[in-house]
């Protein structure tokens, strides 16, 4: 679900305005057991159906790996459970929720979260978790409305430099080259664009370029997410340097080389260089599986290290008759033990701190994604951030003929209203 979270974003954030009006047209939401909105714990429904499981799956691997741990926790727990991968998440989601009988469980994006708790769909049971602390901060707040945590998450990806070791050494670079600076980033892609491609290449998204925000110290919004930061000089500093990149020809969007992300366009050899998540290890596998490349971490900018993380939760329906085995069942699912078990046959990372030394330990190619965890920053989740950010994306492949300070000034009106709702 992440890499479609990530790569699909744009197409994801208009359908779910759609699937939320839908949603919140439904017959209501029952209030019966479980946390709404508000308030402190609460008992939770028990019944003895089957639970009911509807997942936004990335493929044949992750369906097979989630069936396979549902079939064990029925086993051991009594308690039955389908899992459904969904066809399109967000729209039977929001069907589910109008008819009143919604899946028990299911994944839930960043971006669909505020919707889904402010029309009442969600149980917010993040105070009924054994252990919070183990997950990592940056997470949590990711699914935490008005200081309550709506649900765990799931497991989670984070943005890196992709380099293709066979260009790298036919430009006369070695690892000592490797770029820990944005200096360093504009050498080593100026040198790598030769033999008809590119040094560097990534998709024209805030969900890429994003990470060079961070590295100067700007965001979308405050921590708060009560006000609108675009137009910062920080993230001025951010585009320009990318423009900067785009105008001397050593970057090129992937849109630019005819493909639709940079994954392809790295994995085809059109770019050396990619700045992608650890989504893209799977689909170098399976898709490019000659091409050899190493993975770093992204250069530090002028205010250090900084990432963007990619995320979705484990929610449970507020209707749902069986929220007491939903709560056990996501127990399971995001106990250190199973995450690793789901970075072994989909690779992903796990949420939890407790599994970050095994997992560097037996994926050590992949450490770069790990290590910038601490560093790594979400997108706002605030309702109706998400048209603003899908609207920002459609701008930015534009950027290289495009004013920077009038492109920004533009998504901060649009931002500012968006949080004032």
Do not use: H
């Not at 479609?4 to 029952?30: D, E, I, N, V």
């Not at 549902?70 to 969904?86: E, F, H, L, R």
């Amino acid at each position: 679900m992440q890499r479609r979270t990530a790569r699909m974003l744009t197409a994801g954030a208009m359908a779910l305005t759609a699937a939320l009006t839908l949603s919140a047209c439904g017959s209501g939401f029952s209030s019966s057991g479980g946390n709404g909105s508000g308030g402190g714990a609460a008992k939770l429904t028990s019944s003895d159906d089957p639970l009911t499981v509807l997942i936004g799956s990335s493929g044949d691997a992750e369906t097979a790996a989630v069936k396979s741990a549902a079939a064990a926790w029925s086993k051991s727990s009594g308690t039955g459970a389908t899992v459904q991968p969904a066809n399109n998440l967000d729209q039977q989601l929001a069907q589910g929720f109008a008819a009143g009988k919604p899946a028990d469980v299911f994944y839930v994006s960043t971006s669909s979260l505020a919707g889904y708790a402010a029309n009442g769909s969600l149980l917010a049971y993040g105070d009924q978790l054994e252990d919070t602390s183990d997950f990592y901060p940056t997470l949590t707040k990711s699914f935490t409305v008005d200081d309550q945590l709506y649900c765990a998450p799931k497991d989670f990806s984070t943005l890196a430099l992709f380099i293709n070791t066979k260009d790298w050494k036919a430009a006369g670079l070695t690892d000592s080259d490797v770029p820990t600076t944005w200096d360093q980033l504009r050498t080593v892609s100026e040198k790598l664009t030769r033999d008809g491609r590119v040094g560097l290449t990534t998709s024209p998204q805030i969900e890429r370029l994003g990470a060079f925000m961070t590295q100067a110290g700007g965001a979308l919004t405050n921590g708060a997410q009560t006000k609108a930061t675009v137009d910062s000089a920080a993230n001025v500093e951010a585009l320009d340097y990318v423009k900067g990149l785009l105008d001397d020809g050593s970057m090129k969007f992937s849109s630019d080389l005819g493909e639709s992300w940079g994954g392809d366009a790295f994995g085809k050899d059109k770019a050396a260089m990619t700045i992608e998540g650890n989504w893209l290890t799977g689909a170098m596998s399976s898709s490019y599986p000659s091409v050899d490349y190493k993975v770093v971490a992204l250069p530090k900018g002028p205010k250090g290290s900084g990432t963007l993380q990619f995320t979705n939760c484990w929610g449970i329906a507020k209707d749902s008759p069986n929220q007491k085995a939903a709560l056990s069942f996501v127990e399971k699912m995001t106990s250190t033990d199973q995450q690793l078990a789901f970075a072994k046959a989909f690779g992903v990372m796990p949420s939890v701190e407790s599994a970050a030394g095994t997992w560097k330990q037996e994926y050590p190619q992949y450490a770069a994604f790990l290590d910038q965890a601490d560093a790594a920053q979400g997108l706002p989740n605030a309702s109706g951030t998400a048209d603003v950010i899908a609207d920002f994306d459609s701008k930015l492949g534009s950027l290289r003929t495009t004013d920077t300070k009038t492109l920004l000034e533009g998504v901060q009106k649009n931002m500012a209203a968006a949080l004032k709702g």
